[in-house]
């Protein structure tokens, strides 16, 4: 089995910058393709961001283009989120997600997740 823990999560005025990351442990391999989800109070958990398993190419949600940045560490078992220019509707809870091989943009396609850390966003 495949155990994924975050950290990183906290309190960022609007404006302001943030690092999550995700450390994987147990069964893990480089050829799975990492990502990132959130989900705020009374919303369904949505994509934010994924790197596929060569690490080659990245795929992210409109909503956070241009201001977060997905990278993987292989050597060290980790993928990271630098979250930039954050907004108040960035508040969530951040889930990291690992996949053999195949990289997706839909939850369902997530064999394992961790279990989160919250992002606030407020002034």
Same mark, same amino acid.
């Given at each position: 089995q495949v155990q994924l823990v975050e950290s990183g999560g906290g309190l960022v005025q609007p404006g302001g910058s943030l690092r999550v990351s995700c450390a994987a442990s147990g069964r893990t391999s480089s050829s799975y393709a990492m990502a990132w989800f959130r989900q705020a109070p009374g919303k369904e958990r949505e994509f934010v961001a994924a790197v596929t398993w060569s690490g080659?190419?990245?795929?992210?949600?409109? *909503?956070?283009?241009? $201001?977060? +940045?997905?990278?993987?560490?292989?050597?060290?078992? +980790?993928?990271? /989120? !630098?979250?930039?220019? /954050?907004?108040?509707?960035? +508040?969530?809870?951040?889930?990291?997600?690992?996949?053999? $091989?195949?990289?997706?943009?839909?939850?369902?396609?997530? $064999?394992?997740?961790? !279990?989160? +850390? !919250?992002?606030?966003? *407020?002034?």
């Open positions: 080659g190419s990245t795929y992210y949600a409109d *909503s956070v283009k241009g $201001r977060f +940045t997905i990278s993987r560490d292989n050597a060290k078992n +980790t993928v990271s /989120l !630098q979250m930039n220019s /954050l907004k108040p509707e960035d +508040t969530a809870v951040y889930y990291c997600a690992a996949n053999y $091989r195949i990289t997706s943009t839909s939850r369902d396609d997530y $064999r394992y997740w961790g !279990q989160g +850390t !919250q992002v606030t966003v *407020s002034s």
